[in-house]
């Protein structure tokens, strides 16, 4: 069983602390975590950091960290140039990168990206072929709807051979099939239920059966608050993932309460399938963290 662990990302402007983040980079590897997470926002009110540039710190500040985006929206990305700045992050970690990637669903603000809704999936899966050419070929040659190429190279190639581990996200059928034919693993979103959650499973598991895969990991991110005053854990959490996404309704979607209470969440998470999770505390994050690798953590799995 693997822990990850969320990486501070939300700041108001100015307060950004180094030194703070350093130590708690520091501590995650102390406290045994197995890696440590991004989430990408790019337009929204909650300050929120870039994935790319924080994962290229804690690069910096870290020996055995592993460190992961889940997800990059990728359709609104120009692979070419992700797959460049993936590349170098992965040299600059040694081979320590893991990339999620999603779709993001039709309701995004493509305008604001100089692209159309239309053709989203086949953005989705042209734009990752490319980058994974890029990463393995001498030389490319595309000739796809969306970019072409002719005998070009990106060098140098990724620390990891054939390229980071790329992780799917995700919820609809369509998506999972997608995920057991295009990716290295899935990772369950943050949003989902576990209930949800262990649907996915089920279908992933199947269609992994079917196609003869065995080597594919499942993770999900869990919002979790530990405190001894079990509705207070609730409300914070509550109040976090309002602000995160911008509206209330997802209060049954997290893992919140007293010390006892999180352990059985983040059990049935487990018993749901998954081998990775990831621990998204929303405030006092050093602090929580603490908690979660002295409370949680050594009485699952």
Same mark, same amino acid.
């Given at each position: 069983m693997?822990?990850?662990?969320?990486?501070?990302?939300?700041?108001?402007?100015g307060e950004f602390?180094?030194?703070?983040?350093?130590?708690?980079l520091r501590r995650a590897e102390e406290l045994g975590f197995d890696s440590g997470w991004t989430q990408e926002q790019v337009l929204g009110?909650?300050?929120?950091?870039?994935?790319?540039?924080?994962?290229?710190?804690?690069?910096a500040c870290t020996e055995q960290l592993r460190l992961g985006c889940a997800v990059f929206v990728s359709p609104l990305h120009?692979?070419?140039?992700?797959?460049?700045?993936?590349?170098?992050?992965?040299?600059?970690?040694?081979?320590?990168?893991?990339?999620?990637?999603?779709?993001?669903?039709?309701?995004?603000?493509?305008?604001?990206?100089?692209?159309?809704?239309?053709?989203?999936?086949?953005?989705?899966?042209?734009? @990752?072929? %490319?980058?994974?050419? /890029?990463?393995? #070929?001498? $030389?490319?040659?595309?000739?796809?709807?969306?970019?072409q190429l002719e005998n070009a190279s990106m060098e140098p190639k990724p620390f990891q051979k054939p390229g980071p581990p790329v992780?799917?996200?995700?919820?609809?059928?369509?998506?999972?099939?997608?995920?057991?034919?295009?990716?290295?693993?899935?990772?369950?979103?943050?949003?989902s239920t576990t209930a949800k959650f262990a649907e996915q499973v089920k279908l992933l598991r199947a269609g992994l059966a079917e196609a003869g895969r065995q080597d594919f990991p499942i993770a999900k991110r869990v919002y979790i608050a530990?405190?001894?005053?079990?509705?207070?854990?609730?409300?914070?959490i509550a109040d976090g993932l309002a602000a995160l996404y911008g509206k209330r309704g997802f209060e049954d979607v997290a893992v919140a309460g007293t010390a006892k209470d999180c352990v059985d969440g983040v059990r049935e998470v487990?018993?749901?399938?998954?081998? @990775?999770? %990831?621990?998204?505390? /929303?405030?006092? #994050?050093? $602090?929580?963290?603490?908690?979660?690798?002295?409370?949680?953590?050594?009485?699952?799995?």
């Open positions: 693997r822990f990850g662990i969320s990486l501070p990302q939300f700041f108001a402007d602390d180094p030194a703070g983040f350093r130590a708690f009110s909650m300050p929120h950091l870039s994935p790319i540039e924080t994962m290229t710190y804690a690069a120009n692979p070419v140039h992700l797959a460049k700045q993936l590349g170098t992050l992965d040299q600059l970690s040694r081979g320590r990168l893991d990339v999620g990637i999603g779709t993001g669903g039709k309701g995004r603000a493509f305008g604001a990206f100089g692209i159309e809704a239309e053709g989203l999936v086949s953005r989705f899966t042209e734009g @990752l072929r %490319l980058m994974r050419e /890029l990463w393995t #070929q001498p $030389e490319v040659t595309f000739d796809g709807r969306f970019w992780w799917f996200g995700g919820s609809h059928p369509n998506a999972l099939a997608r995920a057991i034919r295009l990716g290295d693993g899935f990772f369950g979103a943050g949003s530990v405190d001894d005053d079990a509705a207070r854990a609730q409300t914070r487990i018993d749901a399938g998954a081998e @990775l999770v %990831l621990f998204t505390p /929303l405030f006092d #994050q050093a $602090e929580q963290m603490e908690r979660l690798a002295a409370e949680i953590m050594p009485q699952l799995p």
